[in-house]
Nanobody, 124 residues
Framework: QVQLMESGGGSVQAGGSLRLSCTAS????????MAWFRQAPGKEREEVAG???????SYADSVKGRFTISRDNAKNSLYLEMNSLKREDTAMYYC??????????????????WGQGTQVTVSS
C-alpha cells in the first residue's frame, strides 16, 4: 500500500523557518520524481519544488533562494527547508511522487501518489 505522510507544518511568524518532512512507503522511492506542492484557500495548487531521482532540483520563482528541497533515499524521505517565510507562503503543503511520461512526444511529470498534507501558517 502506497503511503506518503507529511509532517513539520505549523504556525510561524514572518521571517521564520520550518522544515517539512515526507516519509514514503509502498513504492520504489529512489526511482521516483518527488515534489512539494501547496494550495492556499481560493487558489490553485502550485508546485513549489521538485527533485528527481538524480537529485536535480527545481523551484518556483516565488520560493527560489528561500526554500530547499532534498531527499534521503536510504530513509525513503523527502524534505523541504523553508526560510524567510512570508505570509503568502501560508497554505496546505503536500508531497507527491511521480514519474516522467511522454505526452505528445514531450516528457512531463505525472504525479501518481499524494500525501494528506500539512498546514503551514505564516503570520506577520
Amino acid at each position: 500500500q502506497v503511503q506518503l505522510m507529511e509532517s513539520g507544518g505549523g504556525s510561524v511568524q514572518a521571517g521564520g523557518s520550518l522544515r517539512l518532512s515526507c516519509t514514503a512507503s509502498g513504492f520504489t522511492f529512489d526511482r521516483y520524481l518527488m515534489a512539494w506542492f501547496r494550495q492556499a484557500p481560493g487558489k490553485e495548487r502550485e508546485e513549489v519544488a521538485g527533485i528527481d531521482s538524480d537529485g536535480i532540483t527545481s523551484y518556483a520563482d516565488s520560493v527560489k533562494g528561500r526554500f530547499t528541497i532534498s531527499r534521503d533515499n536510504a530513509k525513503n524521505s523527502l524534505y523541504l527547508e523553508m526560510n524567510s517565510l512570508k505570509r503568502e507562503d501560508t497554505a496546505m503543503y503536500y508531497c507527491a511522487a511521480g514519474l516522467m511520461v511522454r505526452v505528445g512526444g514531450f516528457p512531463e511529470p505525472e504525479y501518481r501518489y499524494w500525501g494528506q498534507g500539512t498546514q503551514v501558517t505564516v503570520s506577520s
